[in-house]
């Protein structure tokens, strides 16, 4: 169980490829006597693990107008409006972001410059 609740969609993972590695997760959970309903656990998780925002909010939406719709069918909901696009915004790796020496004369400088008089 700890490894579903811990799955989440990777950086370059596809939506398709996220649901594949939940599906093994609950295969292995189903095999356990006494454990939580599988299905519930991992359509859960592929709510709250997807990347993209946007989408995430939309399927949480879904799920709370119709909380008994199997995983199914939020997989394929998730999968159609990521075709559509859904007006996603792709999402863009942040760019680092560098430091600069600036010498102590200077930062005084500025600073005094910025100060009220």
């Given at each position: 169980?700890?490894?579903?609740?811990?799955?989440?969609?990777?950086?370059?993972?596809?939506?398709?490829?996220?649901?594949?590695?939940?599906?093994?997760?609950?295969?292995?959970?189903?095999?356990?006597?006494?454990?939580?309903?599988?299905?519930?656990?991992?359509?859960?998780?592929?709510?709250?693990?997807?990347?993209?925002?946007?989408?995430?909010?939309?399927?949480?939406?879904?799920?709370?107008?119709?909380?008994?719709?199997?995983?199914?069918?939020?997989?394929?909901?998730?999968?159609?409006?990521?075709?559509?696009?859904?007006?996603?915004?792709?999402?863009?790796?942040?760019?680092?972001?560098?430091?600069v020496?600036?010498?102590?004369?200077?930062?005084?400088?500025?600073?005094?410059?910025?100060s009220?008089?």
């Amino acid at each position: 169980m700890r490894e579903i609740c811990s799955r989440v969609q990777g950086e370059d993972e596809s939506i398709a490829d996220f649901y594949f590695a939940l599906i093994g997760l609950a295969d292995k959970l189903s095999n356990i006597p006494g454990s939580p309903n599988a299905e519930e656990a991992i359509k859960d998780q592929f709510r709250d693990g997807l990347l993209d925002g946007m989408l995430r909010r939309e399927v949480k939406r879904l799920l709370k107008e119709e909380p008994r719709t199997p995983f199914i069918t939020v997989r394929d909901w998730a999968l159609d409006m990521a075709d559509l696009e859904f007006n996603m915004p792709k999402r863009k790796r942040k760019t680092a972001t560098h430091s600069v020496e600036v010498p102590e004369s200077q930062t005084v400088s500025a600073l005094d410059n910025l100060s009220i008089r």
